[in-house]
């Protein structure tokens, strides 16, 4: 009798997969924030196995380094030849000898398959005290994989592989869904007795039932409600509609749960993002990897988020984030980039055509546009201006630029950091401040303006340039009887004033 405490699931992640065309195994194929063997592994998770076994064979090391990362207690199972489903199941159970209970065996490249499936096929096996179960399912089309061949009172009676199968067996359209429970012991017995008499020449897992069922033992099929779960991945056509698939099922998911999508069919959602109720998200949008929407938010049309957090009632249109966090109010875009641990606080703004890195921007500040704010902590309530650039580099090292709360930068400034602009002050435009600005005061860092009067005249003669200024200088000659500058004077100008005639309001705009 099975001991239902006792599971092992045992994954089959071996094979090379040649139709991807890919020097990536195939189970490590990307699936909407999982590979293939994740989405498995995923599924099965929720049987609380005692022991996880992944049969491993080509591209090993790699699977073995994924296995580290996203199911570090599983046990990793080379098979060196893939001489069969078969023989990668006994080289697994030779890991775990002392098993007993029920074992579940995956094949890795079901993406699809939902945990609910795969419990109500360990339960119907376990409450049936079989000695095998298998779970089918009733396709359209079943062309290229295993038949389930029933007998005249419906039971099992063989599973077929579709290269062994002669026509009648070809036209059942109930398949093989390569995943199954069996008794341990009954299992580790018929192991030993397969046979390699078929068309491959290898051990097929598959045959153990017609073993069993010759013994005398208890076979049974469970069949799945859909068989949509069971769908298998070959090639990269197979991968892109197997990928569409799981794109409605992840987006009706939300969409019932409060989410509205704008345009399902052009939104993508990792299985490993969280949404919370009405958010919105608008059309041509792709939300990746630890994703975070909060209640209220919009994002999209037109935005790529990864293992980004948005709070509650932001707005996050036409831009790119990664590894960033925006706060509740807070907006972004449209053009923006967000690269990792930028950070915007409540209601702030970053802007059209602004870039962000390893930056905290308080609540309320604002960096409206074309600007590339780097390694930079602007306090509450500031405005920095158009077109500037936090210059974070040296070549060797990255130093950080501070701002503080309720400043005003001005438009094309340059911060070379390390440096620090204080709590009230201002910048003025065109500045390039190398030095600290303290709370209150305005820093102005720029050369003093000359005017060469009369040089396109003389030095562009003959030009369009030329001509409009003659006629302009005519027009003002007549109108006040003032003539030319002195060359003194064009050389030196009148004497700089801070803000000029418009104060500070030279300093940004927003």
Not at 47 to 74: C, I, S, W
Not at 216 to 221: D, H, R, W, Y
Not at 436 to 447: F, I, Q, S, T
Not at 453 to 481: F, I, L, M, P, Y
Request: charged residues 20%; aromatic residues 2%; hydrophobic residues 45%.
């Amino acid at each position: 009798m099975p001991q239902p405490h006792l599971r092992t699931v045992v994954v089959l992640a071996a094979g090379e997969g040649k139709r991807m065309k890919s020097t990536l195994p195939k189970v490590l194929h990307p699936l909407l924030g999982r590979t293939l063997l994740g989405h498995v592994l995923s599924a099965a998770a929720p049987l609380a196995a005692d022991r996880t076994v992944v049969v491993v064979g080509h591209g090993a090391d790699q699977v073995r380094a994924h296995l580290t990362e996203v199911a570090p207690d599983a046990t990793p199972v080379l098979q060196a030849e893939q001489l069969g489903t078969g023989h990668a199941v006994r080289i697994a159970l030779e890991a775990v000898p002392d098993g007993a209970g029920t074992v579940v065996v995956i094949n890795g490249d079901v993406p699809l398959l939902r945990p609910e499936t795969v419990g109500a096929l360990v339960t119907a096996h376990e409450q049936a005290a079989a000695a095998a179960t298998v779970l089918a399912a009733e396709v359209p089309d079943p062309t290229g994989l295993g038949r389930i061949v029933r007998d005249a009172d419906g039971r099992l009676e063989q599973i077929v592989e579709e290269r062994d199968a002669d026509a009648t067996q070809r036209a059942i359209q109930e398949i093989n869904a390569g995943i199954y429970a069996f008794d341990a012991v009954r299992l580790r017995d018929a192991l030993g007795k397969l046979s390699t008499d078929n068309d491959q020449g290898e051990e097929y897992l598959t045959d153990v039932f017609g073993l069993l069922r010759s013994a005398g033992e208890p076979v049974a099929v469970h069949v799945a409600d859909d068989h949509v779960e069971t769908l298998g991945c070959n090639d990269r056509v197979e991968l892109a509609t197997l990928r569409r698939l799981l794109r409605d099922r992840v987006n009706e998911a939300w969409m019932r749960t409060g989410v509205s999508l704008l345009d399902p069919a052009t939104t993508w959602i990792d299985v490993t993002v969280a949404l919370d109720r009405d958010a919105v998200i608008d059309q041509n949008t792709q939300l990746r990897g630890s994703t975070v929407v909060g209640a209220g938010t919009l994002v999209g049309p037109d935005v790529t988020l990864v293992d980004t957090i948005v709070g509650p009632a932001a707005s996050v249109v036409r831009s790119h984030a990664v590894g960033a966090e925006v706060g509740a109010g807070a907006s972004v875009g449209p053009y923006a980039y967000l690269r990792p641990a930028a950070r915007l606080a409540d209601k702030a703004k970053v802007g059209t055509f602004v870039e962000v890195k390893n930056s905290e921007i308080g609540a309320g500040s604002k960096v409206p546009h074309l600007t590339y704010v780097g390694d930079a902590t602007i306090g509450e309530q500031s405005n920095i201006g158009a077109a500037s650039v936090f210059v974070n580099y040296d070549g060797v090292h990255k130093h950080r630029t501070v701002i503080g709360s309720h400043a005003r930068t001005g438009a094309d400034n340059m911060f070379v950091a390390p440096v620090e602009v204080g709590d009230g002050a201002y910048t003025a435009a065109g500045s390039v401040i190398v030095d600290d600005v303290p709370a209150g005061a305005m820093g102005v860092a720029r050369a003093r303006q000359r005017n060469i009067e009369g040089w396109v005249v003389k030095r562009r003669a003959g030009t369009a340039a030329a001509e409009a200024a003659k006629r302009a200088r005519d027009v003002q000659g007549a109108s006040n009887g003032a003539g030319a500058a002195s060359d003194s004077e064009a050389m030196h100008g009148p004497a700089e004033t801070v803000g000029g005639a418009s104060g500070t309001g030279d300093t940004a705009t927003e």
